[in-house]
C-alpha cells in the first residue's frame, strides 16, 4: 500500500525496524478501516525476512482515543468494529517480530489495548493511559483483555472498573509500560529497545511466538511443550 492509498496508517522501514504509524487525525481514532489496515501493516512487516523489530507509534500530540464512538452512533456496524478490533489484537501476539509501542500521547480504550498488547512500551511523561468506558456506563469488553495479561488483575480492574486512566508514572509502577521517555528522545529510545529486542536474531521468531503460546498453558503442560521447542531448535540450529 502507498502513501496515497493510507487510510489512517504509514510504514517506514529503516534497516532492520520498521516503523508503523498511527496518522488518523488528532486523536487517531480507531474505525474498521484504519484498524484492518494496522493489522495489514503489522502483518506485512512480520513477514518481510529483514524486519526484525516494529516500532509502532501515531502522528500528534496524542497516540489513540480508542474506537470512532462518534462514527458508531452515525450508523456504523458495532459488530464491523469489533470483528477489526479482536482481528488485530489476536495477530499482535502471534507474530514472530518484536513490537514496541512508543506512546506520544494519551493511550486510551482500545488504544491502551494495543499498546498493552506490544512487547515493550515507552510513554512519554504526560501521556494518560487505560480504559474510560466505565466512567461514561460502558464496559471494556474487548479493551480489557490486554491490560489483563499485562498486569495483575486488581491493578487493570483498578482502571477498568473505575473508567479512570494511569498517569504514567501509575502505568509503569503497575506494569502496563516499562519506561517513560520525554519526547524529544522518544523514537530514538524506541528504536534502542527495538534494537535490543531483536538481539536473539533467528531464535526471535520461535521464541517470541513459544513466549506467548506457553504463558497461557499450565505450567508442567508449559515444560512439556518447551521440551519440544527447545530440542527442535537445537536441531535446525
Known amino acids: ?6 487510510v489512517g496508517v504509514l510504514t517506514r522501514r529503516d534497516e532492520s525496524i520498521a516503523t508503523i504509524t498511527l496518522v488518523n487525525g488528532k486523536k487517531n481514532l480507531l474505525n474498521p478501516a484504519v484498524m484492518n489496515e494496522l493489522h495489514d501493516a503489522i502483518a506485512a512487516a512480520d513477514d518481510d525476512q529483514n524486519v526484525l523489530s516494529i516500532i509502532l507509534t501515531a502522528t500528534g500530540d496524542m497516540f489513540c482515543g480508542g474506537l470512532d464512538i462518534a462514527e458508531i452512533q452515525n450508523g456504523g456496524d458495532p459488530a464491523e468494529f469489533a470483528t477489526a ?6 495477530l499482535m501476539p502471534q507474530i514472530g517480530t518484536s513490537l514496541v509501542c512508543a506512546v506520544n500521547g494519551d493511550a486510551l480504550a482500545s488504544g491502551f ?17 487505560g480504559t474510560f468506558e466505565a466512567s461514561i456506563g460502558i464496559w471494556p469488553m474487548i479493551a480489557q483483555v490486554p491490560p489483563l495479561q499485562r498486569m495483575l488483575p486488581r491493578h487493570a480492574l483498578q482502571n477498568i472498573m473505575t473508567g479512570v486512566p494511569f498517569s504514567a508514572d501509575e502505568a509503569l509502577k503497575f ?3 516499562n519506561k517513560i521517555a520525554d519526547a524529544d528522545c522518544l523514537q530514538q529510545e524506541a528504536r534502542k529497545m527495538a534494537l ?5 536474531g533467528s531464535a526471535l521468531r520461535s521464541g517470541r511466538q513459544s513466549f506467548y503460546r506457553f ?4 505450567y508442567e503442560e508449559a515444560l512439556d511443550e518447551a521440551y519440544h521447542s527447545f530440542t527442535a531448535m537445537l536441531k535446525s540450529s
Open 1 to 6: 500500500m502507498t502513501a496515497a492509498d493510507a
Open 85 to 90: 478490533l479482536v482481528r488485530l489484537l489476536k
Open 113 to 129: 489495548s494495543i499498546a498493552c498488547a506490544c512487547d515493550f512500551v515507552l510513554a512519554v511523561p504526560e501521556s494518560v493511559l
Open 175 to 177: 506494569g502496563a509500560i
Open 196 to 200: 535490543a529486542a531483536s538481539g536473539a
Open 215 to 218: 504463558v497461557d498453558l499450565p
